[in-house]
């Protein structure tokens, strides 16, 4: 059982550049998440899907764009790349969004740095 | 809104010690609380879990976690380290409200042999 699966694993882009990281899970999750990661900051919510076709803002959505078009994929788009999007980035999901059902599953993580 | 505070982004024990990760919390609703860990090169996983109920909460690997109201803390402990326990170790809260989870910024836990 694959569970919650990332590509690729380590990307360098120039600054400008675009690109896709891609995201896939097999448990019939409805809810999906893309967090950054940087060091001694926690985890950051980018964007968050409730299903397919619908997405919301997190907490730092700001250079990033994604879309839901079915209920196992949830690309991250990343536009014009800054060095300020230099961190490893984690695609989630979850059988529920609130509570104690909350419990959410993770991929292994996109290392990304942009020079 | 909730929030989490972990002390300590670096601790170090010797195999066998006992390992203590401190985490607090801050809800304005009754909290659900949450440990992962990250072992290198891999994503967050559950530890462990409170939901309501018993207080000293028991997850895997020899770990568990007690719910302290009064001090808004769930720690995180375990009796004797194992050089396996090197990790990262995140603590997080959710609320009653939706997509409300807010994780702590991570303690790295080295094992010495």
Redesign the interface.
């Given at each position: 059982n694959a569970g919650?699966t990332?590509t690729p694993k380590f990307r360098i882009l120039k600054i400008g550049q675009s690109m896709t990281l891609q995201c896939t899970q097999d448990m019939n999750h409805n809810?999906m998440y893309w967090?950054r990661q940087d060091p001694?900051?926690?985890?950051k919510?980018i964007y968050?899907s409730v299903g397919a076709g619908i997405t919301d803002k997190g907490e730092v959505p700001n250079g990033y764009n994604v879309s839901r078009s079915t209920t196992e994929d949830f690309p991250l788009r990343l536009e014009l790349a800054a060095p300020s999007q230099t961190s490893v980035y984690?695609c989630?999901s979850s059988r529920s969004?609130?509570?104690?059902k909350?419990?959410?599953?993770?991929?292994?993580?996109t290392r990304l740095s942009v020079l | 809104a909730q929030s989490v505070t972990q002390l300590g982004s670096h601790v170090s024990v010797s195999e066998g010690a006992l390992v203590l990760l401190r985490c607090n919390y801050s809800s304005s609703v009754p909290p659900y609380l949450f440990w992962y860990v990250q072992y290198p090169n891999q994503g967050l996983q559950l530890l462990l879990k409170y939901t309501t109920g018993a207080t000293l909460v028991k997850g895997i690997n020899g770990f568990e976690a007690e719910f302290k109201k009064s001090e808004t803390s769930f720690h995180l402990t375990k009796p004797s380290a194992h050089m396996s326990d090197a990790a990262e170790y995140f603590c997080a809260v959710s609320g009653s409200g939706y997509n409300d989870m807010r994780f702590g910024a991570g303690t790295r836990l080295t094992v010495k042999p």
């Open positions: 919650v990332q809810y967090y001694g900051m926690g985890l919510l968050y984690f989630a969004p609130t509570g104690a909350n419990i959410q599953y993770f991929g292994a993580g | -």
